[in-house]
DNA sequence: GCCGTTTTCGGCCCGACTGTTTTCAGTCG
């Protein structure tokens, strides 16, 4: 396998390996090289046959020579070479909540011990006792944690925390007297994955906000602070809490938004300007600059605010300095949404109140899925005539799939891809017109990988068939680096909420589409696209 | 290992928090 995502993991793997070496820069060039890499909307390969590797912000000379050696010959020597020296049980060990690199060494290079299960023997064993720096409490939490690594998964999909996370934002509203909140992290930036929550709130009453978040429902303290407080939902998501006074909450919200390569770039920028940005205050000297709003941060560096989604050094820094910043798609935008499934309970009333919530989302047009031949029927007599919205009426099947014979053609095709792969011809399939493929992962629960992605996103450009953005990115729909893949070759995609009721406002598939720097114009469902 | 409209060498974010250590090291974000 010689794609992006393998040759990034591979930067990975070496980073963590110089880690546990004790290596203090190496890791985070790797790192920051297999970041750039996984963000690529283009194949390695192709980079490099156009002799560019160098251009990929990360890549100088040794990481280009690893990068080639990788796509000649599917493995860089380097890596072979730390992972004979370094058991890979040392690096799991590293990952346990609470070690790093300089305990897990110590084990590993002290104690012998290679692997977190090597460690729960010893600790049991008592080898750990008496060892400098650990003592009974610390002894306490490492056997905690290494209980907890088994079955805690790290990172989680958006849409799953960010139902934890509407939760408890309206629940610090309701009980406590916060002025300000907002959460920021990889959550702002609507990435695929969350792996925790970074709450930040401004309050005349610190105390009272840090209460009310240790007493929600379920949630367990691991550190308490004045200002900064950590907990863990029950089922094992980390939710950070920062209380912040108002004239820094600008300047902490750009900062714990990130991306981390965003925020180098912003604070070399500041560094030009001889100023220095924390996550307090814009600094000139001594002066404290206005920070109490992000735009206000971007000011000072001589740019427009730009959009959290795209704060990923991938080009955005460039952009806004030129002022060629592009005006994202907004969830206004979309006046159509075209993949609801109908239930075969729904009567007369339960289709009027979907309709009614859509033209109350604002939407011209509400595209419904039946589940059967018969529905599909009695929904195209419902929909006869039916305007503000309008109603279509479409049919999903598995990609390939005949499509069954039906009265009146169904007004649009959601194609599943199911987990398979794309055809390897573009043309191989004749498509029906109004069609699009979604659905990439095998099921809800297992996202489709990067490569696949990838993958449906080159097919889709070569057949002009749109792909679908749903709130599920990299579950059911594209993810943000395949859907900049289509839309810079010319694609189209097909931006589903999958809701019209009160889930809409969460704008997760819009989300999505901001991060892959998609315009209104390349939505098939929004209101300037040029038509089928 | 990367990077450079102040540097091709010398930087690379740094503050909060915890446990243990009596002044700090390690982790985390």
Same mark, same amino acid.
């Given at each position: ?5 393998? %040759? ?145 998964? /790290? ?139 992000? %735009? ?56 009027? %109140? ?33 305007? /503000? ?38 043309? /191989? ?92 114009? /390349? ?10």
């Amino acid at each position: 396998m010689k794609s992006n995502a393998a %040759a990034a993991a591979a930067f990975h793997e070496i980073a963590d390996l110089l880690d546990v070496l004790g290596e203090k820069f190496k890791p985070e060039a790797y790192r920051r090289a297999a970041r750039s890499i996984e963000s690529l909307t283009e194949d390695l390969g192709a980079v490099a046959a156009r002799d560019q590797l160098r251009e990929i912000p990360g890549v100088g000379q040794a990481i280009e020579e690893k990068i080639r050696e990788f796509l000649r010959d599917g493995t860089i020597p380097y890596l072979e070479k730390l992972r004979a020296e370094i058991p890979a049980g040392v690096v799991a060990m590293m990952r346990v909540e609470g070690l790093g690199p300089k305990t897990a060494r110590k084990f590993w290079t002290d104690l012998g011990v290679e692997s977190p299960n090597a460690l729960l023997e010893a600790i049991d064993a008592g080898r750990l006792a008496g060892v400098k720096g650990f003592g009974p409490v610390k002894i306490a939490k490492i056997r905690t944690a290494l209980g907890a690594a088994a079955s805690s998964q /790290s990172r989680r999909p958006l849409l799953q925390a960010a139902l934890v996370a509407e939760q408890i934002v309206a629940t610090l509203k309701e009980r406590s007297p916060v002025t300000q909140i907002e959460i920021a992290g990889s959550f702002r930036r609507r990435r695929e994955t969350v792996g925790d929550l970074d709450i930040l709130v401004t309050s005349s009453e610190p105390e009272k906000v840090l209460d009310a978040f240790a007493a929600l429902e379920g949630a367990t303290i691991v550190l308490r602070g004045p200002t900064k407080e950590t907990i863990r939902t029950r089922d094992g998501l980390q939710v950070d809490l920062r209380v912040l006074a108002p004239e820094s909450f600008g300047a902490a919200l750009q900062y714990f938004t990130g991306s981390k390569d965003h925020n180098v770039a912003t604070r070399s920028l500041a560094r030009d300007r001889g100023l220095k940005i924390n996550e307090y205050f814009v600094v000139r000297g001594e002066e404290r600059l206005p920070s109490s709003t992000e %735009a206000e941060i971007y000011r000072s560096i001589g740019l427009p605010w730009i959009p959290p989604e795209i704060r990923e050094a991938r080009g955005e820094i460039e952009a806004a300095r030129a002022g060629t910043l592009p005006v994202l798609l907004e969830p206004g935008d979309l006046v159509a949404e075209l993949h609801l499934h109908v239930r075969p309970s729904d009567g007369a009333a339960e289709l009027a %109140a979907l309709a009614r919530s859509a033209g109350d989302a604002g939407l011209r047009t509400l595209g419904l899925i039946p589940g059967s031949h018969e529905e599909f029927d009695r929904l195209v007599a419902w929909a006869h005539g039916r305007s /503000s919205p309008s109603i279509r009426v479409g049919w999903e099947r598995p990609y390939g799939a005949e499509l069954p014979k039906f009265s009146t053609a169904p007004a649009f095709h959601v194609l599943s891809a199911n987990g398979l792969e794309p055809p390897a011809q573009a043309d /191989s399939e004749p498509l029906d017109p109004g069609s699009w493929v979604g659905h990439f992962g095998s099921d809800p629960d297992t996202p489709a990988g990067p490569e696949r992605l990838a993958a449906w996103s080159r097919w889709a450009v070569a057949a002009k068939c749109p792909l679908e953005l749903t709130p599920s990115p990299g579950y059911d729909g594209l993810d943000a680096v395949s859907a900049r893949r289509l839309v810079e070759g010319g694609g189209a995609v097909v931006v589903s909420e999958l809701g019209v009721g009160p889930e809409r406002p969460r704008a997760l598939a819009v989300g999505t589409a901001r991060r892959a720097w998609i315009t209104r114009s /390349s939505v098939l469902n929004a209101a300037a696209w040029p038509g089928p």
